[in-house]
């Protein structure tokens, strides 16, 4: 008896009703910057399949592929973990941004507020560079926002830790804040970038809270109005952040952005 073919095998894995209702979204990453070039092969055979049999399918970017067909969906997911991939499958939902996006999910950071959430930023890149080899979307997400606000050009994807390591050393500017290339401007933060850069406000605070210094301040208040909290802006005390973080404002800011029917992520 011959050897059952890769897709074959995997495809006979799934035991879920297959659906062609929804759109599905894979998208992969491999830690070694040269996958297994089988693995392309076999995507370009599973698309070509798919099509064969009345999908739709779109991979014209790398490390997605988006399909109609669930079971071509999982098969792909199936896929790049047997090649070792990083890998999460989405449910995504069309809609008009007008009326499923409240107007906070575009959060404005105000001039004097900028420095201090680079700051925070930072801190959560150096810890995160002490014992992370492979970034994942949301570390991304907080490079990005470190080249943007600075003016930088848009990293080079996806990143290793000697491209993390370099951006740091770049953008140390605690000493003397004056005289770096801070924007004297509001900046918006959207939806994609809000999450990840919100956290590392959270974990700032968190871990540095009883500095109570003017940044402490800023980052304190900037994460209450993410909160909800239209209060006047004050100086808090220890007892006012840790208050603040029991009540998980990031984590709820990502569960009202799933409910508003964004992007749903399959567990």
Not at 119 to 136: D, P, Q, R, T
Request: charged share 30%.
């Amino acid at each position: 008896m011959g050897r059952t073919p890769l897709l074959t095998k995997l495809s006979n894995e799934i035991r879920i009703e297959n659906s062609r209702k929804n759109d599905w979204l894979v998208t992969y990453g491999f830690p070694s910057s040269r996958p297994n070039p089988n693995f392309f092969k076999k995507l370009v055979e599973l698309t070509d399949d798919l099509h064969r049999k009345g999908a739709n399918v779109d991979k014209s970017r790398t490390s997605i592929f988006m399909t109609n067909d669930l079971h071509g969906a999982v098969t792909a997911v199936k896929l790049a973990k047997h090649y070792g991939a990083d890998v999460r499958l989405y449910k995504v939902e069309e809609m008009d941004p007008k009326n499923s996006i409240e107007p906070d999910y575009e959060f404005k950071l105000e001039k004097d507020e900028v420095s201090s959430v680079m700051i925070a930023v930072h801190y959560m890149l150096s810890k995160i560079s002490k014992k992370c080899e492979h970034f994942n979307d949301d570390i991304t997400q907080l490079v990005i926002f470190l080249y943007v606000v600075e003016y930088f050009l848009r990293p080079n994807l996806p990143l290793k830790k000697q491209d993390l390591e370099k951006i740091l050393e770049q953008t140390i500017y605690l000493e003397d804040r004056e005289s770096y290339r801070i924007p004297r401007v509001p900046f918006i933060l959207e939806l994609i970038n809000l999450a990840p850069i919100m956290r590392a406000v959270e974990v700032y605070l968190e871990e540095n809270k009883r500095s109570l210094n003017e940044d402490i301040n800023i980052l304190f208040n900037v994460l209450n109005r993410l909160h909800g909290s239209e209060d006047i802006p004050f100086e808090p005390s220890i007892g006012d952040i840790e208050e603040l973080i029991i009540l998980h404002p990031v984590d709820n800011l990502v569960e009202r952005i799933k409910n508003a029917g964004i992007i749903h992520e399959i567990r």
